[in-house]
């Protein structure tokens, strides 16, 4: 039994020795800690922001006369397409209007025509009458001259046949200026032409009066609101439907300013909804503002849907990620294996031959979401610590890497 007793001594001291060895042995290789290796891949840099659907150009449509609407054309919702016909309003006296200027026209060519045919006709035998009648007045002063050198007849009748002459020449002065102005160039022409010009302005007048009793779609779009009805009164300028016209998509995004530098126009995007988070979209950069928010710190950047999908909205929400850099096979690491990565020296905790750990400056490249490009400082088979498992781990200390995983 002494011998019993002495034994199990021994062995509870040779347990508590062993154990005191183990810890004393742990201690002196360090703590066992998750490394990453860096590795080569390509690395894309994005600008990701929450942003908005923007909304084409809404449109008020309104009357440009006043009256009584007959008809509306068009409801809240509806596609329209330019030039339909959306309002009509009562155009009965525009239309009588119309047919008035349209006889106007019609009596103004007819007084034209009239001179150029039936005028023009009886003024030129006008002309040759008088023409005739002063030749025979003249051939009888002839004759009359030589009587009173002769002494056949008295000098009252040579007086009398030379009136006969002045005023045969008078009728065809009288009948020439007729003819002229019933020609082509003469004055009354050019008051009867004048005539049928003022009329044809007065029909298109009356024709665009009467256009303006209907309201229609300047553009292709959509119907938003429609606050009229058949039978209402309504005034000039008074709007009577909103159309949201087609145009190209836009979205409005409004990413920190200090993104400003890597945005450029025409880079390309990814979009999503949030009412469609699984049904992404393209986008491109089409316009950066030229100012900042000073208030919120932010650029308004908006970008073109070349093909937006048929659930967009106006002003609904959706995710922007622009693509701002791309470097292919470039080593990198875990956003978590850096440290003060967003300082100006960074650096990264490696784990060097002897298993201890040291700090290394590093040199960053682009910053992904899911890895950051190492430009230099570290090499591609050099273990580093991630800073969720180097909290409990100082520079220098000795560690026991485990599980070492590639940066993925």
């Known amino acids: ?28 290789l360090g703590p066992k800690v998750e490394v990453v290796l860096p590795a080569r891949r390509e690395v894309v840099q994005t600008v990701v922001s929450s942003g908005r659907v923007l909304s084409p150009a809404e449109v008020s449509l309104g009357s440009q006369l006043g009256g009584l609407v007959r008809a509306v054309r068009a409801r809240e919702g509806e596609r329209v397409t330019e030039g339909q016909v959306l309002v009509e309003l009562d155009d009965r006296e525009l239309s009588t209007q119309v047919e008035q200027a349209r006889a106007g026209v019609l009596v103004a060519s007819t007084r034209v025509g009239q001179l150029r045919t039936v005028s023009a006709r009886v003024a030129g035998e006008s002309v040759r009458q008088a023409q005739a009648n002063l030749r025979a007045a003249e051939t009888t002063w002839e004759r009359q001259r030589m009587l009173f050198r002769s002494g056949a007849i008295a000098a009252t009748e040579l ?23 019933s020609s082509a160039g003469g004055g009354d022409a050019r008051v009867a032409v004048a005539g049928r010009v003022q009329a044809e302005a007065a029909l298109r007048v009356a024709e665009a009066r009467l256009a303006q009793a209907r309201v229609v779609a300047p553009a292709a779009g959509v119907i938003m609101t429609r606050s009229v009805e058949p039978g209402d009164v309504v005034t000039p300028g008074r709007a009577l439907l909103v159309l949201l016209r087609d145009g190209d998509t836009e979205l409005s995004m409004t990413p920190d300013e200090r993104n400003l530098a890597d945005l450029r126009m025409g880079q390309r995007a990814v979009a999503s909804a949030e009412a469609f988070p699984d049904r992404p979209f393209p986008a491109e950069v089409s316009y950066i503002a030229p100012t900042i928010d000073a208030l919120r710190g932010t650029v308004e950047v908006k970008l073109r849907v070349p093909t937006p999908p048929p659930f967009l909205r106006p002003s609904m929400t959706v995710s922007v990620e ?30 060097g031959n002897d298993d201890r750990t040291a700090r290394r400056p590093v040199t960053l490249g682009l910053r992904g979401e899911r890895v950051v490009e190492v430009a230099s400082g ?18 220098g200390q000795r560690v026991r890497p485990r599980s070492v995983e590639a940066a993925r």
């Open 159 to 181: 007086e009398s046949a030379q009136r006969a002459v002045d005023v045969a020449r008078s009728q065809l002065q009288s009948a020439q200026i007729a003819s002229a102005g």
């Open 1 to 28: 039994m002494i011998w019993l007793r002495r034994g199990l001594k021994v062995l509870a001291l040779l347990a508590v020795l062993c154990a005191v060895a183990w810890f004393a042995a742990q201690r002196a």
């Open 378 to 395: 570290l090499g591609e088979r050099e273990r580093v610590v991630p800073s969720s498992v180097g909290a409990t781990v100082r520079v």
């Open 322 to 351: 622009v693509e701002v850099a791309r470097h292919p096979n470039v080593l990198s690491l875990p956003p978590d294996a850096v440290r003060d990565a967003a300082t100006p020296s960074p650096w990264v905790m490696v784990v």
